[in-house]
């Protein structure tokens, strides 16, 4: 176990001294508004996709109507990526044209 406990640890003045992690780069998953996706398709997507309320599922499907565009959560990469193509699939299934897309935070 000592041995990989060095392994990490980088001497520095001679001194050991643990390596610095970086955070991974987040994500935004944007909605886009189309005039055709009914808001009840929308809300159920908020909610089964990204875990929200109903109020706050209604918040991001009225800001996405309002303004256009959406934020529905803040993701790693590879996470942020899944959750837009989950979206999109669905839509895609029930016939709707939503996007959804993803921009660094």
């Known amino acids: 176990m000592a041995k990989k406990t060095q392994e990490r640890e980088q001497p520095r003045d001679g001194i050991l001294t643990k390596p610095k992690i970086k955070r991974p780069s987040m994500y935004k998953v944007v909605m886009l508004n189309d005039d055709f996706t ?3 398709f929308v809300v159920s ?19 996405v ?7 529905c959560g803040v993701y790693t990469f590879e996470i942020a990526e899944m959750k837009a193509a989950q ?6 299934r029930s016939q709707h ?3 959804c897309e993803i921009e660094k935070a």
């Open 45 to 63: 997507l908020l909610q089964s996709i990204f875990g929200r309320t109903l109020q706050e599922a209604t918040e991001i499907m009225l800001q």
């Open 87 to 92: 979206v999109v699939e669905a839509a895609r």
């Open 65 to 71: 109507h309002q303004s256009g565009v959406g934020v």
């Open 38 to 40: 009914p808001m009840d």
């Open 97 to 99: 044209p939503l996007r």
